[in-house]
Antibody, heavy 122, light 108 residues
Framework: QVQLVQSGGEMKKSGASVRVSCKTSGYTFTRYGISWLRRAPGQGLEWMGW????????KYAQNFQDRVTMTTDTSTGTAYMELRSLRSDDTAVYFCVRASSTWSEYSWFDPWGQGTLVTVSS | EIVLTQSPGTLSLSPGERATLSCRAS???????FAWYQQKPGQAPGLLIY???SRATGIPDRFTGSGSGTDFTLTISRVEPEDSAVYFCQQYGSSPVTFGRGTKLDIK
């Protein structure tokens, strides 16, 4: 079955960077995209961006444009999300999700990774 | 960006009753690019509906999505105890993709 397995929780200091991985299995990686979402405590889901599994094209949300980089390794079917210059309000659970489109960010999401808690302290 | 407002915030029903969950968009959602998800405690969300009305693989036919434009509805025809969860909506017709805050469904 299709699975997305994320790396474990991280604790970081303000100003540091974090890299979360998302190992996929059970489908042809290049036929779909990967989006990254997050949910901060008491907040709703926030879309961070999308990357094509086919050609690595990306689309980032404006809120993260300057601080996030999404990449893929098609040889292993793994996606990565790096967030830089962390602040305390970046404390959240980060999700990778398989996006229905490999051509654009206009996608529904199925399935979801299990989530990775990133805690940022000063 | 498109803001999605879900109502009610909480819904408490008995098994066998009908659940009607609403999601209203602040702007027209392009081409019915609309989805619904279910999240049970301790689990990642799961896709229920995409394209406003298409059921995802394995979703029982008691779950129905409808709507267009700015008003969308998820209907559960006869709720079962296993339907206790938070349900949230998503639009993917405009960038950025956005989500509603969710409706909590309690089955008494």
């Amino acid at each position: 079955q299709v699975q997305l397995v994320q790396s474990g929780g991280e604790m970081k200091k303000s100003g540091a960077s974090v890299r979360v991985s998302c190992k996929t299995s059970g489908y042809t990686f290049t036929r779909y995209g990967i989006s990254w979402l997050r949910r901060a405590p008491g907040q709703g889901l926030e879309w961070m961006g999308w990357i094509s599994g086919h050609n690595g094209n990306t689309k980032y949300a404006q809120n993260f444009q300057d601080r996030v980089t999404m990449t893929t390794d098609t040889s292993t079917g793994t996606a990565y999300m790096e967030l830089r210059s962390l602040r305390s309000d970046d404390t959240a659970v980060y999700f990778c999700v398989r996006a229905s489109s490999t051509w654009s960010e206009y996608s529904w999401f199925d399935p979801w990774g299990q989530g990775t808690l990133v805690t940022v302290s000063s | 960006e498109i803001v999605l407002t879900q109502s009610p915030g909480t819904l408490s029903l008995s098994p066998g009753e009908r659940a009607t969950l609403s999601c209203r968009a602040s702007q027209h959602v392009t081409s019915g690019f609309f989805a619904w998800y279910q999240q049970k405690p301790g689990q990642a969300p799961g896709l229920l509906i995409y394209g406003a009305s298409s059921r995802a693989t394995g979703i029982p036919d008691r779950f129905t999505g409808s709507g267009s434009g700015t008003d969308f509805t998820l209907t559960i025809s006869r709720v079962e105890p296993e339907d206790s969860a938070v349900y949230f909506c998503q639009q993917y017709g405009s960038s950025p993709v956005t989500f509603g805050r969710g409706t909590k469904l309690d089955i008494k």
